[in-house]
């Protein structure tokens, strides 16, 4: 591909989604819009950007987005913000939310769903008194790709072996075929949308936990920045924010204090006073 064609591309793809490439991952492009090019009937990744650039070209740009997202995730990835949650996070916000028994809770970059189900399955396995209240778990992503799948909810073998146990499996997905299903009585706690981090956001409550998890290392300063003030309008004052491990507020932000746990660590909001 040229020059021009790749600066075409990130140009485009920082446009419509933030994501920045660095100078040097034609490779990935390349690796990445080749099977596209193939679904168009094109040859080439370098005929598909063709197209893409060609009048009427922004049709493409869908396929472009969904193509160039790195969605990688799993259940219970990292582990330890998980055992966070369990352990300290949500039974402290049991607590303080008990005149209201309601909880809020978003992830904002979902992927395929395994984040938010995690949090579903570690909330029905863990804290039944919670089976009274209001859970709204709302994840949210770019790609229309990986809502669709998250809320088919059905998993390969592969997927399910990233992090689940045995146990859980059984418990919580039944088998069909090759794949597994999600039992209806956890998908039914999510809700899913698109949301395009770096643009507006819609209407929302305000969250008590909030992640927002190996997403930001694709955006720039100012992009971080920016998402970061917004999070800090929807967050409760004693909500918490949870990155990825590779991702932290400092420098972005200092309204943000890290509180660190076990082995991981959330955001919270600092004193204001
Ligand atoms: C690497 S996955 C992370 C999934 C999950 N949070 C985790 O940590 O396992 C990144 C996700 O961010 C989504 N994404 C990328 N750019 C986005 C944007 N501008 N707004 C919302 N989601 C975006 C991608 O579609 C992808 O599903």
Redesign the pocket.
């Known amino acids: 591909m040229t020059e021009q064609d790749y600066a075409f591309v990130v140009k485009l793809l920082q446009e419509r989604?933030?994501?920045v490439l660095d100078p040097g991952k034609e490779y990935l492009v390349e690796s990445r819009l080749t099977p596209v090019a193939l679904q168009h009937g094109l040859a080439t990744a370098t005929e598909f950007i063709q197209k893409l650039r060609s009048p009427g070209g922004s049709a493409c740009i869908p396929d472009l987005i969904e193509a160039m997202?790195?969605?990688?995730?799993?259940f219970f990835?990292d582990v330890h913000p998980f055992e966070t949650l369990r352990k300290t996070v949500l039974p402290e916000l049991i607590r303080t939310r008990l005149p209201n028994r309601e909880l809020n809770i978003w992830?904002?970059?979902?992927?395929?769903g395994?984040?938010p189900y995690t949090i579903a399955i570690l909330i029905r396995e863990h804290f039944p008194e919670l089976l009274g209240w209001t859970v709204n778990i709302l994840a949210?992503?770019?790609?229309t790709e990986?809502l669709k799948r998250s809320q088919e909810a059905r998993y390969t073998q592969l997927e399910v072996g990233r992090g689940l146990t045995i146990a859980l499996l059984t418990k919580y997905f039944r088998q069909d075929g090759f794949h597994w299903v999600l039992r209806d009585e956890i998908r039914n706690m999510v809700r899913f949308q698109q949301?395009?981090?770096?643009q507006s956001w819609p209407q929302m409550p305000m969250w008590d936990i909030i992640?927002?998890?190996?997403?930001m290392i694709?955006?720039d300063i100012e992009t971080k920045k920016a998402i970061l003030r917004r999070v800090a309008k929807v967050l409760r004052p004693d909500g918490l924010l949870i990155l990825?491990g590779a991702e932290t507020t400092l420098n972005l932000d200092s309204a943000y204090q890290r509180v660190d746990h076990l082995k991981s660590g959330f955001y919270r909001l600092g004193d204001k006073s």
């Not at 997202?69 to 799993?74: F, L, R």
């Open positions: 989604t933030a994501i997202v790195t969605t990688e995730t799993s990835r992830c904002g970059a979902s992927a395929s395994q984040e949210t992503d770019i790609s990986m949301i395009h981090l770096e992640l927002i998890r190996n997403v694709y955006f990825g």
